[in-house]
């Protein structure tokens, strides 16, 4: 009962410390929509393409699929927290940068209440903006009056979920998330006029939101035989509305400390920001310890998104992943590299994002080790991706990027009472 209490306590100073970090960003397009949407930020499910729906380990927690918490074994504890860095050459047909981002990915605690029931608890990123951008300006009456927008934006959403799952059936399992929302996404603008008796301008909209949603998830496995499984899976959300603050300032400015001059706008929205209905269907295949395929497909509506009353022009988005994990020999004794997990996967998916007429794909390919550490129930996951989003057509932005990732998980035992002689 010690360790649990001293468990619960690193949580929670994880948890305040973690509370306000984002995953990094400095992609142009996170100023669209909610920004960047983080997906799965786990390393050990990155490297098999993010293939997860159908995915249920006793010493893994996968919050995608709450349905999965009725896997742990008895008495066990897991917790489990992590980072990713990505770096990313973002290019357009005369131009090119390289950036590099590093947060904070997950922080999850998951537990069996009986033999029929389990439940997780933990935070994760949902989406994060981050971008500058600029570009020269002409007055339509004026040809004289020319100058620069400047265009930046940051902040980012964090999720806090509490989900359980019960186990009705043999092999059949139903689970729900109960996932709060909270953040703060900036998007500013200023503008330099090059006429030094004219005054700049700059304004800023910041939009504050918190609220809950729900998703719901199925599992089904079936035993093929003594060592073959198969596992669907399935989750789903209808669409929800979080409640959404928008604060807009407009201003004036003068000199290169840029003192304000005068407010020209100052206001208050309160409204809605409707998320869209999503849905993810996944099968896995288990091959004893040795062998396990995954593959999933996902869609989600996000013609239907909103944000008090207006819409992004976004497109509906699918995703279509998989992956395997290779496990030579996971209880030898000699041959350390046989306990290892060996993984590999691969995403395509069409984005919400279209602009001049192209919706922007994704395409990624991943690689990842699980390394149990000696004489402990610790293991650490790393994955590496690399991929590629947009194109350099029609003017528009290419970003290739590689993103590392690192989490140490611990299973414990608890709730054993001590025996004496």
Known sequence: MNKLKSLVSVFCIVFSITASAQLGTSSPYSRFGLGDLQGNVFPEYNALGGGVTALGNSNSVNPSNPASYTSFRANSFLFSTGGLHKTTKIQNSTDKQVANNSAFSHLTVAFPISRKLGASIGMLPYSNIGYV?????????????????????????????????YEPLKGFSVGMNASYLFGGLNRRKMLDVDDESSLDSRSNSRINLKGYYYELGLMYKKQLSDE????????????SSIRAKRTNIVETISGANEIVKDTALSSVEWGDINLPQYISAGLS?????????VADYSMQNWADYSLLGESDDLENSTRLSGGLQYTPEFNSVTKY?????YRLGAAYSNTPLQLRGTQLKEMSVSLGFGIPVRKSR?????????????????????????????????????????KYD
Request: aromatic fraction near 16%; charged fraction near 25%.
């Open 133 to 165: 951008l600029n570009s020269t300006i002409v007055a339509e009456n004026d040809p004289d009056y020319t100058g620069i927008a400047y265009y930046s934006g940051d902040g980012g959403i964090s999720k806090v979920y509490f989900g359980g799952a």
């Open 228 to 239: 073959k499984e198969v596992t669907f899976g399935l989750t789903a959300n209808n669409n």
């Open 285 to 293: 295949y288990r091959d004893g310890k040795k062998w396990l395929l």
């Open 337 to 341: 590299y046989k306990r290892m997990q």
């Open 378 to 418: 610790t293991k650490y996951d790393v994955s590496v991706t690399l991929g590629q989003r947009g194109t350099t057509d029609n003017n528009l932005i290419k970003e290739q990027f590689l993103r590392f990732g690192l989490s140490v998980s611990y299973d414990g035992i608890w709730f054993v009472k001590r």
